[in-house]
Nanobody, 117 residues
Framework: QVRLVESGGGLVQTGGSLRLSCAASGNIPPFNIMGWYRQAPGKQRELVARIFGDGLTNYLDVVKGRFSISRDNAKNTVDLQMNNLKPEDTAVYYC???????????WGQGTQVTVSS
């Protein structure tokens, strides 16, 4: 059984930084994509950033240049470094693992990020 455990998040002022971390455990095959999504109150969940096993990354346009995603394939971890945070970044952030071979998603429990103005 795959399990995702997140850490990080919290309250920060505008312009501040936070780092989110996620560790995946269980039987995890190769060819997977790890990423971070977020959901603000009253809004749909959206992809913030994702990273493929070969290091290829995708970012939501509004976070480009401010957020950076990285992963450790040996440890099955993924981090999201968030700099120059803005109030509109406030949301619950979810770690995601997509297993390409199985076509299946796994989710973390979510961690709150709040940016005060």
């Amino acid at each position: 059984q795959v399990r995702l455990v997140e850490s990080g998040g919290g309250l920060v002022q505008t312009g501040g930084s936070l780092r989110l971390s996620c560790a995946a455990s269980g039987n995890i095959p190769p060819f997977n994509i790890m990423g971070w999504y977020r959901q603000a109150p009253g809004k749909q969940r959206e992809l913030v950033a994702r990273i493929f096993g070969d290091g290829l990354t995708n970012y939501l346009d509004v976070v480009k240049g401010r957020f950076s995603i990285s992963r450790d394939n040996a440890k099955n971890t993924v981090d999201l470094q968030m700099n120059n945070l803005k109030p509109e970044d406030t949301a619950v952030y979810y770690c995601n693992l997509y297993l390409s071979i199985m076509g299946r998603d796994y989710w973390g429990q979510g961690t709150q990020v709040t940016v005060s103005s």
